[in-house]
């Protein structure tokens, strides 16, 4: 079965820092692209990172230059690294794969992401001031 388990998140206070990690289960990493997504109570869900089969990566505005996305295929893991973090990036974090060759695709746990081919569980940041 095609999955993603998430790790990482909790609660800090503003201005420190997170890491979240998500590893693949059920098909070939190095298929895959990963996204970041993440939706607070009542808002859209949004696209925050992606990082590419390269390595290349691209990034929301609001959290350029503070949130750096990665991927290691040794550990068929895919993390998103969270610095100076603020109130506002509190919301439930969800990652994303786009697998190569696999047409399923499904809109996330909360049902209003973008369709992808599998997703996390979820894990919520908490920051406060």
């Known amino acids: 079965e095609v999955s993603l388990v998430e790790s990482g998140g909790g609660s800090v206070q503003a201005g420190r820092s997170l890491t979240l990690a998500c590893t693949g289960r059920?098909?070939?990493?190095?298929?895959?692209?990963f996204y970041w997504y993440r939706q607070a109570p009542g808002k859209e869900c949004i696209e925050v990172a992606f990082i590419g089969y390269y390595g290349d990566t691209q990034y929301s505005d609001s959290v350029e230059g503070r949130f750096t996305i990665s991927r290691d295929s040794t550990k068929e893991s895919a993390y998103l690294q969270m610095k100076d973090l603020r109130p506002e990036d509190t919301a439930v974090y969800y990652c994303?794969?786009?697998?190569?060759?696999?047409?399923?695709?499904?809109?996330?746990?909360?049902?209003?992401?973008?369709?992808?081919?599998?997703w996390g569980q979820g894990t919520q940041v908490t920051v406060s001031s």
């Open positions: 059920g098909f070939t990493f190095n298929d895959a692209q």
């Open positions: 994303a794969a786009h697998i190569w060759g696999n047409r399923d695709k499904t809109s996330g746990p909360s049902g209003d992401c973008p369709p992808q081919n599998t």
